[in-house]
């Protein structure tokens, strides 16, 4: 008996990503696809989703030709595939403020949005320091600023100040400040609507790309090794990889790193007619699937 | 920041040095750009961290000035000619942003703010698309960027 149907809908791909940037220390272990995706969460009368993508208006053309990212595809497009348009989504959880994760706030026009008031704070602040400390502002686009704005100003911003509990029935808001940045958080959707629950998944953002991230190289000697990049600290990130496993019950296939290409090898998934992967991790009751 | 030997393989040597002179000016003023924009956030967000006598506003306002100045100095070429149009309308802009953050700031009203800050962002827009070298967020290193040392792509 699932509450919700889950799903993690690829939008994007970097054809060759290097290992080192996805996994600590990965250094000259070669090249590994990339998938840019977001999550829908559809179920209890709603359409939620885990971050929306990157602005391809803005950017996308510089992404295209100077990065390497292909495929891109619009979310009416790419949601188009299982049934839902844009506009019947009513809850958006950002992870974090990067721009592949915040920058297709305006495709939603009728979504609330959820994020960390620390993502917003520490922004403000990085933008105060002296020119030197610019790394700490990699990934942002002020214009992703500028969009929040007009969502505060809209009353469809919610700043979530540490954890919250049944942000709708069922799902919850994790904080896990000064890891892969300020205010990061992560979004578990307790699938039974039980408060000890066996059947959660977690959405980790960017707290791990890969699985490797969450059980290391060697399956059998199991270690956790934190992603390439942490404006917080490396510390901090592996300490919220055990929360988060602990979370889904040790079972780290629940816990699911939207950079994971290989999240075909363990659920169902298609290739839709533009090349997107859509795998299906949960099906609501009498929800019909997308992918058989 | 490009290097001299990677944009030389775009553009002729005097725009490889105006884009190396103003390539920082840019840099400001889109830091200008964010700093505004961060304020209006938290404004409007209602951010128990208060806008009011922020000294970002203050920051804000030295480096609008450093950077306009050293863009009236820059000498563009032919070639450059359009993206210095673009960077000169875009420091105009966001001088009228400037402007009105220290009149209305923390009033209800922030479009004063809000329309020559959002026109300033799409003129610094068109001057990085005008021009190899520049660009508005810092994809080389970021986390979901592919990682390409030193290579610019032409405009």
């Known amino acids: ?86 506009e019947d989504v009513s809850n958006i959880f950002i992870t974090h403020s990067h721009f592949d994760h915040m920058g297709n706030i305006e495709d939603f026009p009728k979504a609330t949005f959820f994020m960390q008031e620390r993502e917003l704070t520490k922004w403000v602040w990085t933008m105060s320091l002296e020119r030197r400390f610019r790394w700490l502002m990699l990934g942002i686009d002020p214009a992703d600023i500028m969009r ?145 | 920041m490009p290097t001299a030997e990677a944009l030389s393989h775009l553009v002729d040597d005097a725009t490889v040095v105006y884009i190396l002179e103003t390539h920082r000016h ?12 961060a304020l209006l956030v938290l404004s409007a967000a209602g951010s128990r961290e208060s806008t009011l006598d922020h000294p970002m506003l203050i920051a804000a306002a030295q480096l609008h000035r450093d950077a306009t100045d050293g863009l009236r100095r820059a000498r563009p070429t032919l070639r450059a000619r359009r993206h210095n149009e673009h960077v000169l309308a875009a420091a105009s802009h966001l001088a009228d942003a400037l402007s009105a953050a220290n009149r209305v700031i923390n009033s209800d009203d922030i479009d004063p703010i809000l329309i020559p800050l959002r026109a300033g962002y799409a003129a610094l827009r068109e001057a990085a698309n005008a021009l190899p070298g520049f660009e508005l967020i810092s994809f080389e290193r970021a986390c979901c960027g592919i990682h390409l040392p030193n290579e610019v792509k032409p405009a």
Not at chain 1, 41 to 58: L, P, R, S, T
Not at chain 1, 256 to 284: Q, V
Not at chain 2, 26 to 37: C, N
């Open chain 1, 1 to 86: 008996m699932s509450a919700y149907s889950l799903w993690v809908m690829e939008f994007a791909a970097v054809p060759n990503y290097p290992l080192s940037g996805l996994v600590y220390g990965a250094h000259n272990q070669g090249t590994r696809k990339l998938p840019y995706c977001y999550i829908v969460i559809k179920g209890q009368g709603q359409v939620a989703m885990v971050d929306v993508g990157y602005n391809h208006k803005a950017y996308g053309e510089v992404l295209a030709n100077t990065y390497g990212v292909k495929g891109w595809h619009p979310p009416k497009t790419v949601l188009d595939e299982i049934g839902i348009a844009p």
């Open chain 1, 148 to 292: 929040v704005v007009d969502l505060a100003r809209q009353r469809r911003l919610v700043c979530v100040d540490g954890d919250r509990a049944d942000v709708l029935p069922g799902v919850d808001l994790h904080a896990a400040f000064d890891t892969h940045t300020w205010g990061c958080m992560y979004v578990r959707v307790r699938n039974d609507l039980a408060a000890n629950s066996q059947d959660s998944f977690i959405f980790c953002g960017d707290l791990a790309y890969t699985q490797e991230n969450l059980r290391g190289f060697d399956p059998n000697d199991p270690e956790y090794i934190p992603v390439g990049l942490a404006t917080g600290s490396q510390f901090n990130l592996v300490m919220t990889t055990e929360k988060m496993v602990n979370l889904v019950g040790g079972d780290i296939q629940r816990v699911i790193p939207p950079h994971e290409e290989r999240l075909k090898d363990l659920y169902p998934s298609r290739i839709t007619k533009n090349g997107l992967r859509i795998s299906e991790l949960a099906l609501a009751d009498g929800e019909k699937s997308q992918v058989y």
């Open chain 2, 26 to 37: 840019f840099e400001d003023l889109r830091q200008v750009a964010s700093q505004l924009a």
